[in-house]
């Protein structure tokens, strides 16, 4: 039974920083792929950032390329999201989601290609 939890959201200044976290389990062997997502109050849900759990080969979306960075850690099954420079714009529910089947396409799998999600974790920035 696949499984993903976010944790570490929270009420943050204008300019800090939090680090979210996505425990997973009951995932097939590779290739498969994490993702973080977020939705803003009155938005549709956007796509941040992905990573391979096979290479580590990472993506991000231009609005937080500089400011965020995914990283893993295989050894827990736990796949991060730094996020830096916060800004009251970032304010949302957070979700890491899962490609069981992961092709390499960025694209698809941000889209179209996930098939389990996590519950969601609300990030805050105040100005």
């Known amino acids: 039974q696949v499984q993903l939890v976010e944790s570490g959201g929270g009420v943050v200044h204008t300019g800090g920083s939090l680090r979210l976290s996505c425990a997973y389990s009951?995932?097939?062997?590779?290739?498969?792929?994490i993702g973080w997502f977020r939705q803003a109050p009155g938005k549709e849900r956007e796509g941040l950032s992905c990573?391979?759990?096979?290479?580590?080969?990472?993506y991000y979306t231009d609005s937080v390329k500089g400011r965020f960075t995914i990283f893993r850690d295989n050894t827990k099954n736990i796949v991060f999201l730094q996020m830096n420079s916060l800004q009251p714009e970032d304010t949302a529910v957070y979700y890491c989601?899962?490609?069981?089947?992961?092709?390499?396409?960025?694209?698809?799998?941000?889209?179209?290609?996930?098939?389990?999600w996590g519950n969601g974790t609300l990030v805050t920035v105040s100005s």
């Open positions: 989601a899962g490609d069981i089947n992961y092709s390499g396409n960025y694209y698809y799998t941000m889209n179209y290609g996930m098939d389990f």
């Open positions: 009951g995932f097939p062997e590779y290739p498969y792929a």
């Open positions: 990573i391979s759990e096979s290479d580590g080969t990472t």
